[in-house]
């Protein structure tokens, strides 16, 4: 299995947001993960489309855009124009989840979904037919820095053997208090692609990168 670390930039420093992604991408990050906050679905505002346009000039990476916003459907367009290689919506903010997907798939982009905390993780089994990554939100959506819900590990491992029983290869994404001290059993519970903002952002970022990969390593 292909392990990936996709560092948040809601973590960054965006007075030197250029050369601290040029250091994520340096050291091994092939994702670059975008928290998108409308103020509604969750309490807090980030950033948006001119965000993301402006980085898409001055990387390679995956622009994985995490869309925490009320109704998504509305900006997926925009963030296609803006740079999207994958675009990820939450089940509880789509009045038509797989309507959502679907128009996400036929821009020609990969489609995710995202389950808080709270929500039976039974949900996603109907859009596996659809998906090409489901994301474990492992703290409740809307600011950064908060601590890993233990209790996300059994829900990587159910939903692990539901994407092993449909037989698609679906990538399994993890998003909330990551550090390289949990990364190994959150690897063994089944998740192979890394969010992290403070573990990525904080100190030497480049070092920090490297330990990741180095982590992934030993399981591939």
């Known amino acids: 299995m292909k392990y990936v670390i996709a560092p948040s930039i809601l973590s960054a420093d965006f007075t ?49 855009a995490h869309l925490m916003v009320h ?29 959502a997907l679907v128009k996400i798939k036929d821009m020609g982009l990969k ?15 109907e859009y596996l037919e659809i998906v090409d990554m489901i994301l474990v939100m492992s703290v409740y959506p809307g600011a950064g820095g908060q601590k890993f819900i233990r209790e996300s590990l059994d829900r990587l491992r159910d939903i692990r053997r539901m994407i092993q029983e449909s037989g698609r290869d679906i990538d399994l994404q993890i998003d909330g208090g990551v550090t390289l001290d949990n990364m190994p059993e959150i690897i063994e519970a089944g998740a192979n692609i890394f969010v992290a903002g403070s573990a990525v952002f904080t100190g030497d970022i480049g070092e920090n990168v490297r330990k990741c990969m180095e982590i992934f390593r030993k399981y591939e």
């Open 111 to 125: 489609a995710g979904l995202s389950i808080n905390p709270d929500t039976p993780v039974g949900v996603v089994r």
């Open 16 to 64: 030197q947001l250029g050369s601290e992604i040029k250091q994520t991408e340096d050291n091994g990050a092939s994702f670059l993960h975008f928290d998108v906050m409308d103020g509604m679905f969750v309490p807090n505002i980030s950033f948006g489309i001119p965000v993301m346009k402006s980085i898409r000039k001055a990387t390679r990476q995956i622009m994985d």
């Open 71 to 99: 109704d998504p459907i509305r900006y997926v367009e925009a963030f296609r124009d803006a740079g999207a290689d994958l675009i990820t919506v939450h089940y509880e903010a789509c009045p038509d989840v797989a309507k």
